[in-house]
């Protein structure tokens, strides 16, 4: 079958796909690089004959440049892979990218595999040009990705009441009935909550008028923590009371925030993965330099819990002050003395 731009493939969660050649991607894209204001972005290529699994349909994301809650996205998925950052000035964000159905042919694992394709000459420079704005007024440069263009992508609101993205998140292997119920409860919970802040006085509202998670700063000034973690170690996520003391009224540490979704963490051992110091602004599209480092750790992602089972995977960033690091037999259960919050400063 010849892929076109309106290109439906029936895809769910385990479902096994061929990645097509370059030749067939450039014939779906327009002179930017898109196809339905989606970029194929040059980090994408070396995925071209290769096969992958569905990791999730993606066909609804969350809005994160403006806040607009859940966007509709059309015959689209995730297949488990993400950006490396290489055609992007090394972005460390690592987001999981979306692979349209016309970027893909479905195949039964007992089929054999597709000849290797030739690379086409023409795609890699057009999706080079295409990742870049261009520069700032000031001169700086300025990057288009998947996420900058997101809005484009996705560009209509899915509203809560619009009951059918549930049944897809089940029908697709998403999310299973119990977790979509859940999900659904506290998405009414936390609009709830909306409302009472905007009409209810204080005294009046349930938990301070708090999303679910019931997060509360409580620091005047945050605080930071240089501990010098490093890929491989291992830490243990401070619990949510010693979090709160370093989180602002917004839930902020030094602007980086810190949510309901992080907090089911709490208490729960991983290894650090990257420490991560330059990613790409979504709302600008220039590259920002973090003066501290945040970390990223292994195997740790939103699962869209309390936000609907979105289904985009993004790594959270964990300020050091969040982490303690410890040993790795604690991990295993070996008792130690707890450490405390040692080297803090206002920040």
Not at 280 to 294: F, V
Not at 326 to 341: Q, T
Request: with cysteine; aromatic share 6%.
């Amino acid at each position: 079958m010849t892929a076109t731009a309106d290109t439906r493939l029936d895809l769910k969660v385990g479902d096994l796909v061929e990645v097509r050649s370059e030749a067939e991607i450039l014939a779906t894209l327009d002179e930017n690089g898109e196809l339905e204001s989606l970029p194929f972005m040059p980090e994408m290529l070396r995925y071209c004959g290769r096969r992958l699994t569905v990791y999730k349909v993606a066909h609804k994301t969350c809005d994160t440049l403006t806040g607009t809650g859940m966007r509709r996205m059309e015959n689209a998925v995730h297949l488990g892979v993400r950006c490396d950052g290489s055609a992007h000035d090394g972005c460390q964000a690592a987001c999981l990218t979306y692979w349209k159905h016309a970027w893909l042919r479905k195949v039964d694992p007992s089929d054999p595999p597709a000849t290797p394709p030739a690379p086409e000459p023409a795609l890699l420079p057009l999706l080079t040009i295409a990742s870049r704005r261009p520069p700032a007024e000031d001169g700086a440069e300025r990057y288009r990705c998947q996420a900058t263009e997101l809005l484009r992508a996705a560009p209509t609101v899915l509203p809560l009441k619009q009951v059918s993205q549930f049944a897809e998140d089940v029908r697709t292997g998403n999310a299973g009935v119990l977790w979509t119920l859940r999900g659904i409860f506290v998405a009414c919970y936390n609009r709830m909550q909306g409302l009472s802040n905007r009409f209810l006085p204080e005294r009046l509202r349930i938990r301070g008028g708090r999303q679910w998670g019931f997060l509360r700063g409580t620091a005047d000034k945050t605080p930071t923590v240089t501990t010098g973690l490093e890929p491989g170690d291992t830490v243990r996520i401070r619990s949510r009371e010693e979090v709160a003391k370093t989180l602002n009224a917004d839930l902020l540490n030094r602007g980086m925030g810190f949510d309901g979704e992080m907090a089911r963490f709490c208490g729960r051992t991983a290894k650090v993965a990257r420490r991560v110091d330059h990613i790409i602004d979504e709302r600008t599209g220039r590259m920002i330099r973090m003066k501290n480092p945040c970390i990223v750790l292994e195997g740790i992602v939103c699962d869209g819990a309390f936000n609907v089972s979105c289904p985009r995977a993004i790594t959270p960033y964990w300020r050091e002050v969040w982490l303690e690091k410890i040993d790795p037999d604690e991990a295993a259960g070996v008792d130690r003395p707890a450490r405390s919050l040692s080297r803090s400063v206002p920040g």
